[in-house]
């Protein structure tokens, strides 16, 4: 299903001809896995050929909005970047964001604002796993991301968890955050407390997460999984200390 959806935000874009679009892509859980009709956002990064200015970054979120509400159901986040921006993400910058579901809808136009620093985890995962809706492979639009940016990507990602998300959330991103470092493997929540389950004698706070996101449970955190989140947060600012030659 979610390759239909996105096919119809990828003809609502081919419909604004000065939107120049490359190609289109899925990315997120549903191409790592863990992907739940009910609870998971569509992820979709959109590459245009060049930047454009205020009146076509609105003529294409209006157009995506009108397309995303035809399926009231499905909950979409999604940006609009250009090629340079995709081959190598510099600042971060962006056309269009947009997220639409049911309790809202939320926009940014990217005229005149600064970078979007999620776009460093969206852009590696579609170069390596996206899914292509139209246009070429994701692999030759996507330039790689050094790892010490990536790594410093999942850190703030985990931090932002800790801070503002519920328990699933911020336990399953810091496991995955975790094998990251650990292996270099980007995956998905579910996929990442596995694997840390696997490797903590199944410590309760990760079952307790894993049972929660398959049933959609939102819970609070709790002062084990406080814990657990804080120690995954020192493991990975100690992979972004400096190294030094002894």
């Given at each position: 299903?979610?390759?239909?959806?996105?096919?119809?935000?990828?003809?609502?874009?081919?419909?604004?001809?000065?939107?120049?679009?490359?190609?289109?892509?899925l990315h997120g859980s549903?191409?790592?896995?863990?992907?739940?009709?009910?609870?998971?956002?569509?992820?979709?990064?959109?590459?245009?050929?060049?930047?454009?200015?205020?009146?076509?970054?609105?003529?294409?979120?209006?157009?995506?909005?009108?397309?995303?509400?035809?399926?009231?159901?499905?909950?979409?986040?999604?940006?609009?970047?250009?090629?340079?921006?995709?081959?190598?993400?510099?600042?971060?910058?962006?056309?269009?964001?947009?997220?639409?579901?049911?309790?809202?809808?939320?926009?940014?136009?990217?005229?005149?604002?600064?970078?979007?620093?999620?776009?460093?985890?969206y852009s590696e995962v579609?170069?390596?796993?996206?899914?292509?809706?139209?246009?070429?492979?994701?692999?030759?639009?996507?330039?790689?991301?050094?790892?010490?940016?990536?790594?410093?990507?999942?850190?703030?990602?985990?931090?932002?968890?800790?801070?503002?998300?519920?328990?699933?959330?911020?336990?399953?991103?810091?496991?995955?955050?975790?094998?990251?470092?650990?292996?270099?493997?980007?995956?998905?929540?579910?996929?990442?407390?596995?694997?840390?389950?696997?490797?903590?004698?199944?410590?309760?706070?990760?079952?307790?997460?894993?049972?929660?996101?398959?049933?959609?449970?939102?819970?609070?955190?709790?002062?084990?999984?406080?814990?657990?989140?804080?120690?995954a947060l020192d493991e990975?600012?100690?992979?972004?200390?400096?190294?030094?030659?002894?």
């Open positions: 299903m979610p390759r239909q959806y996105v096919t119809a935000l990828a003809d609502a874009l081919l419909a604004e001809p000065e939107a120049g679009l490359v190609g289109v892509y549903a191409v790592l896995g863990g992907y739940m009709p009910r609870g998971s956002d569509v992820d979709v990064l959109a590459v245009i050929a060049v930047p454009t200015d205020l009146p076509v970054q609105e003529r294409m979120r209006d157009c995506l909005i009108r397309a995303a509400q035809q399926r009231p159901e499905t909950a979409l986040e999604m940006s609009i970047i250009t090629a340079a921006t995709a081959a190598d993400l510099g600042d971060c910058l962006f056309e269009v964001h947009v997220v639409v579901n049911r309790d809202e809808v939320r926009t940014v136009l990217g005229a005149g604002q600064g970078g979007d620093p999620d776009l460093v985890l579609c170069r390596r796993h996206g899914l292509t809706v139209y246009g070429p492979p994701a692999s030759e639009v996507f330039g790689p991301v050094p790892e010490q940016r990536l790594v410093r990507a999942v850190h703030d990602e985990v931090r932002w968890g800790h801070e503002h998300g519920h328990l699933s959330y911020a336990v399953l991103n810091a496991c995955r955050a975790l094998r990251f470092a650990t292996e270099g493997v980007l995956c998905s929540k579910l996929d990442g407390g596995e694997w840390m389950l696997g490797r903590s004698s199944g410590e309760p706070v990760i079952r307790q997460a894993l049972a929660d996101q398959r049933q959609g449970v939102v819970r609070s955190m709790t002062p084990d999984a406080n814990r657990f989140v804080e120690k990975l600012s100690r992979q972004l200390e400096p190294h030094t030659e002894p």
